[in-house]
């Protein structure tokens, strides 16, 4: 990549992994079976998290460890983050989630969800959407 800025990573084509893209897009292939867990936040708006989910923190715990992220709009210089944290699973199938929202404080816990792509609402809705299945 000759220029990294406005550089942004995420999973462009709905297919469960991350992709990069800069000055062109380079499309990332899971060969190897690999699952993901990817999140997205949503705040309830006034007198909760802003609508958007920004600075929810998002804690994916498997083998007894728990990696944690935090929604932010964006880093850098010309960019914009995706609004999916992305957590790869490695071949597990599925994790405990624990989404913590920053202005109310609410917390919501979802033990034993399956790998794949969630919207956890700060009013404790769970909301699953559709991963396309990889093509080569």
């Known amino acids: ?47 909760g998290t802003n609508r958007s989910g920004y600075g929810a923190r998002v804690g ?12 932010v709009g964006a880093h850098g210089i010309s960019s914009q983050d995706s609004p999916w944290l992305h957590f790869g699973l490695k071949k597990r199938v599925q994790a405990d989630v624990s989404v913590v929202f920053p202005a109310s404080g609410t917390t919501r816990t979802f033990n034993g969800l399956a790998a794949g792509r969630y919207t956890v609402h700060e009013d404790g809705t769970l909301e699953t959407h559709t991963i396309r299945a990889r093509t080569e």
């Open 1 to 47: 990549v000759e220029n990294g800025w406005g550089s942004i990573v995420g999973d462009i084509d709905d297919d469960g992994d991350l992709d990069y893209i800069a000055k062109s897009a380079f499309r990332n292939r899971n060969r190897f079976g690999n699952q993901a867990i990817q999140i997205r936040p949503r705040g309830m708006g006034e007198g």
């Open 60 to 71: 994916v715990t498997f083998d007894g460890v728990t990696r944690w992220q935090q929604l």
